[in-house]
Each structure stands twice: as C-alpha cells, then as structure tokens.
C-alpha cells in the first residue's frame, strides 16, 4: 500500500470515529420547538438587552450590541425560521455564536441544556423538498421524550439570505 492510501484509509478512519462519537449540542426554544447548535460555537449566553437598530436592514436582523467592544449583529430566529414574532420576557436570551471568527448574536425564546447525543441518537431529516431543511438540518436528535431539530448553524449564518459569515 502507497502512503498515499494509508492516509487516506487513515482519514477515512478518522472520519468514521468522528461520526460515531458523542456530540454535544446547546438546546433552545423557539415556541414549542426545540433546536440544537454545536456546544463548541457557543460563545456566551445573555439576558435579552435592548439593542441598536440599523436602517433597511432585514426584519430579522434586529440590531446590533456592542460586546466589550465588538459589534455583534443580533438575529431574531423567530422572525428568521418565521415561527411568528417573539415576546420579549426573562427567559428570552442571546446565544453569542463564534463562527469562522465572526461574532453573531442570536435572539431565541430560552436555552433549555446541553444535550449530548450519541451518532445513534441523531436521524436523518426527512427530504421536505425544501432548500431549508437539505441545506440547514443535521439531522433530528432523539433524546429521552424530546425531539431536538439540529441545525447546521455555521451554514445557515454563511447563507445567501444571512452572508453574515463568509466563507473562503
């Protein structure tokens, strides 16, 4: 064997550990719904603030607050997933994302745990025919009683509605 097949059976490998691995996700709401986005771009976890609006920009894309000197463009994800708009209360938060490098503030109902999911526990989404839902979905964690939808968060803040992150 070449040294060039052993590295790649050696990735190929390394890659099915990867899947077959523990993954853990942050769990939030959005009214009755519960999400999941990799534990790992999870900067902070805020109480909702008011926050400073900028002119034409897109109905979901609230403002932005100035996080000990960065400016972080701050996404409501109700309006963004259209699951109607949010009430404002003590449990609303910001999930600050860092993704490529770029901070992003989500607005999302409440943060519900961090949930840690066996490759078993997480099936496939079902082919919607819709560009959301092949494009954004990592697939539907099965835990417990609960449904999470898990969400390709760093593909949906890079996509062609956001351009939030960009990708080179």
Do not use: C, W
Not at 38 to 45: A, H, K, V
Request: hydrophobic fraction near 45%.
């Amino acid at each position: 064997m070449s040294v060039a097949e052993l590295s790649a059976t050696k990735a190929d490998s390394d890659d099915r550990q990867a899947i077959q691995k523990d993954q853990e996700f942050l769990a939030f709401r959005l009214g009755s719904e519960e999400y999941g986005i990799p534990i790992l771009l999870t900067q902070e976890i805020r109480n909702f603030e008011a926050l400073t609006r900028i002119a034409n920009a897109p109905e979901y894309l609230k403002g932005v607050m100035n996080l000990r000197g960065v400016i972080v463009p701050v996404i409501d994800m109700r309006l963004r997933f259209a699951t109607g708009e949010a009430t404002f209360d003590a449990s609303t938060v910001v999930i600050v994302l860092n993704i490529d490098g770029h901070v992003i503030g989500m607005i999302v109902d409440s943060v519900s745990d961090v949930v840690t999911l066996p490759a078993s526990a997480i099936k496939p989404p079902p082919d919607m025919g819709t560009t959301f839902s092949s494009d954004y979905l990592v697939g539907l964690g099965d835990i417990d009683d609960r449904m999470i939808i898990l969400l390709d968060i760093e593909k949906l803040m890079s996509g062609p509605e956001l351009g939030l992150v960009s990708k080179q």
